[in-house]
């Protein structure tokens, strides 16, 4: 609770879990029709084919589309290895390969028609194969889709289900569809908690918007002027109440108007683009200096003119007009906030910009049609004056923090090491204690009125503002600082990686003075090998089980699961002491050797980058293309139980890694 009221302060968005994206053009409301069938060559051996009927001009992306672009197809086999094995990789028919202009990247895609076609030798006693089908089909928008296969090898057919239960229902229960359920229930419950966190944060913005002078003054004019307009009290509180829908139809169409045009998933993927977060960052930096008073940002007088001539017509055309003035009117104030909770809110995806406009929106409505259903009320307001100001200087300040962590991104992105740990958190150490000094009446600003004195709720405000910057300082000394996880770049991202006062020889248990060779300290000073081979040397010198980690720089998830599950002291220890960890990172965009480089097997594209060639690996060897992705392997390179990608419980993990770990040692 206390993070997140600390989110609510600060605008910080801070969600979990992946999104669809959905648009109000989005045409078809399935763009991919898919049927099964199984073919049977022997009496073991069978051919599983899906094939996707699609509407013109969508596209379906292929399991083996570059990373960092569109969201590739996944498919996941349940019991593979068990009931049935997997020979080779799923093989795609004719696919076409065209340069992103928004990712930067080749994406690999499907037109009209794909087909998926995948060799298995079964068991005598295995009677079904079931199959999680994911993918991305995009137009002008992305809709991510989840199909649920069974192929009955005994009646030679194949079914698809949208529905999991329906899915799990039939035929035998497998012991993996079993394991899925409790994990499929914490992510959608978790993306359930994060849309109420996106609206609550919203709501809070919108709040705070209200008590900026572009508002809160315009509340007692607003209301005189429909209590003139209004003939009787019936029509004034009726006109009320229509001026507060449409305050909030106005805002929520704005939420939908970007998500349509973008995309979510589009918006999602550009988080990570570095000339995206740069000019995010510059954006909240102009935010910020227009809250600190040195110019205000205002749409053109000719538009709140324009509006105010058709607001005189009267009538409901008339009030819905009076609400467009007011969002205009308010614009210098309003438009920072709302520009911060698009960028934050769209790039999550899904309904969020949508639910994060309603919930702004409301924040801004309920108080005027309130006030003008009793215009009573309006004589408990507090008079305008400088405080009003203090509320836009405060939220500059939150503004330019929040810029700090778009540029984060592109540094991480680039893995630049200009804006390390160290001097992210000093920077926010310096704006939130000039907040504090600020709130304490010791920093004065141009435009702000004398103060005599502060109000109590100015100085509970400080101390909160005092107390957050004096958690940040331990941070300069390696202190994890797990309130604002996600927000500062990891740990091991720093100027003293090691830790202050240790050195590479004194820490993860080793006793020499230096790390192996293609090894170095990741999350946690975990020791890591960032090359397969080099890490299973290392593994079978040690007679320790590997713990292979597909990973990227720019992989949000992959961060959650480091910073939310990994930390955690049992998964921690077993992570130190238990495993081998080698974490391939599959969006390096480091050149290989031209010795090196290659022409893939799977995909015939060129592997040129080491990322290409971690990706590829991922992909010949385990016929999956998606972060993070954890398997564990004995010396022998056999898996030693079923591999799992983001994995949020805890517990889960911690039985997943015990698992492998004692066959291992059985």
């Known amino acids: 609770m206390i993070k997140y009221g600390f989110l609510l302060v600060t605008l910080l968005i801070s969600l979990t879990g992946n999104a669809q994206a959905f648009g109000p053009s989005a045409g078809a409301q399935n763009p991919a029709q898919w049927t099964a069938q199984v073919d049977k060559t022997s009496e073991s051996e069978y051919t599983l084919l899906l094939n996707a009927s699609i509407e013109p001009e969508w596209h379906v992306y292929s399991q083996f589309t570059d990373p960092g672009g569109s969201l590739p197809l996944e498919l996941e086999f349940l019991e593979a290895g068990k009931a049935y094995s997997l020979e080779g990789p799923t093989v795609e ?41 994911k993918y991305q089909v995009c137009k002008e928008v992305c809709i991510n889709e989840e199909k649920y296969i069974v192929f009955d090898l005994v009646k030679e057919n194949g079914k698809v289900f949208k529905d999991f239960n329906d899915f799990q229902a039939y035929g035998k229960i497998q012991e993996e569809v079993e394991q899925i359920e409790p994990v499929k229930e914490v992510v959608k419950k978790e993306e359930k908690q994060d849309l109420w966190t996106i609206f609550f944060v919203a709501f809070a913005s919108g709040f705070l918007a209200l008590l900026t002078p572009c508002v809160f003054p315009m509340i007692p004019m607003t209301v005189s002027f429909f209590t003139k307009q209004s003939k009787n009290l019936a029509v004034g509180r009726r006109n009320a109440i229509l001026y507060g829908i449409f305050i909030v139809v106005i805002y929520v169409l704005l939420g939908s108007l970007v998500t349509g045009i973008f995309g979510a998933d589009a918006l999602n993927a550009l988080s990570t683009n570095v000339w995206f977060n740069l000019i995010f960052f510059l954006l909240l930096v102009v935010f910020a200096i227009s809250f600190f008073g040195a110019f205000e940002i205002m749409l053109p007088n000719s538009w709140a003119n324009a509006v105010d001539r058709k607001a005189d017509r009267g009538g409901i055309i008339g009030i819905f007009f009076m609400a467009l003035a007011l969002a205009i009117v308010s614009f210098s104030c309003t438009g920072p ?3 911060t909770l698009l960028v934050q809110a769209a790039s999550e995806g899904g309904l969020a910009p949508i639910l994060g406009m309603l919930g702004f929106s409301l924040a801004i409505a309920i108080p005027f049609a309130l006030f003008a259903l009793f215009p009573g009320l309006m004589n408990s307001l507090p008079k305008s004056g400088g405080w009003l100001n203090s509320v836009k200087v405060v939220l500059g300040f939150l503004e330019l923090a929040l810029a700090f962590k778009f540029l ?18 000093a920077i926010w150490i310096a704006i939130f204690g000039a907040m504090a000094f600020y709130l304490f009446g010791k920093i004065r600003l141009s435009h702000d009125s004398p103060l005599t004195h502060i109000s109590s709720g100015r100085l509970i405000l400080g101390l909160f503002v005092l107390s957050f910057t004096l958690y940040l300082i331990p941070g300069l000394w390696g202190a994890p600082l797990k309130l604002i996880s996600g927000f500062p770049p990891p740990l091991n991202y720093s100027e003293s990686p090691y830790g202050v006062g240790y050195s590479k020889g004194s820490i993860a248990g080793l006793t020499e003075g230096e790390l ?11 020791l890591t090998f960032t090359n397969y081979d080099a890490g299973m040397a290392y593994a079978k010198a040690e007679n320790k089980p590997v713990l292979i980690d597909f990973t990227g720089k720019a992989c949000v998830n992959c961060r959650k699961m480091e910073e939310r599950v990994w930390g955690e002291p049992q998964i921690l220890g077993k992570l130190q002491n238990d495993v081998v960890l080698i974490s391939l990172f599959v969006d390096l965009k480091e050149e290989l050797p031209e010795a090196e480089q290659y022409v893939s097997e799977v995909t015939g594209k060129r592997i040129q980058t080491v990322g290409n060639k971690w990706s590829d690996f991922q992909i010949e060897k385990y016929q999956i293309n998606a972060q993070p992705y954890y398997v564990l392997l004995n010396h022998n390179e056999d898996k030693l139980n079923t591999p799992v990608g983001y994995t949020p419980d805890v517990d889960e993990f911690e ?7 004692s066959k291992f040692n059985d």
């Open 337 to 339: 906030i709302v520009g």
């Open 655 to 661: 039985a997943w890694l015990e698992d492998g770990i």
């Open 93 to 133: 028919s004719e696919t076409t390969t065209a340069y992103s202009e928004i990712f930067e990247v080749d994406e690999t895609f499907f037109s009209e028609t794909a087909q998926l076609s995948q060799k298995i030798i079964a068991e005598e006693t295995t009677e079904y194969v079931k199959l999680i089908l």
């Open 516 to 526: 192996p060779e293609e090894a170095e300290l990741g999350p946690y000073q975990l």
């Open 408 to 425: 984060s991104n592109a540094d991480l992105v680039l893995q630049a090491h200009i804006l390390e740990r160290e001097v992210f958190l």
